[in-house]
């Protein structure tokens, strides 16, 4: 599975983004997909995580309520739509596509992972 991450860029605090994911390859539909985020001079950390039917749903504590992660398995295409951004929600963003069983937020257990798209928070 090859992964391409866009739609990041520069918003005000209080503003929207909508990050894609576009996947290419093997079945799509049968990887579940996450979110991660990396700030400088931080670990790459757990933002949000759908399963591959797009029924579950998990969310890291610090954009619960703020973000929402969907999927579009005719599209072959993962979202997270991004509101009341924060500045310290500034990071490069990645998503990545596990297969087999479920772990949502540990990093280590997702397969492939795409190039990442920076967005920045202005305070």
């Known amino acids: 599975v090859q992964l391409q991450a866009f739609g990041g860029g520069l918003v005000q605090a209080g503003g929207s983004l909508r990050l894609s994911c576009a996947a290419s390859?093997?079945?799509?539909?049968?990887?579940?997909m996450g979110w991660f985020r990396q700030a400088p001079g931080k670990e790459r950390e757990f933002v949000t995580a759908i399963d591959s039917t797009g029924g579950s749903t998990y969310y890291a504590d610090s954009v619960k309520d703020r973000f929402t992660i969907s999927r579009d398995n005719a599209k072959n295409t993962v979202y997270l739509q991004m509101n009341s951004l924060k500045p310290e929600d500034t990071a490069v963003y990645y998503c990545a596509a596990e297969g087999g069983a479920w772990y949502a937020s540990k990093k280590e257990k997702y397969d492939y992972w795409g190039q990442g798209t920076e967005v920045t928070v202005s305070s």
């Open positions: 390859g093997r079945s799509f539909s049968s990887y579940h």
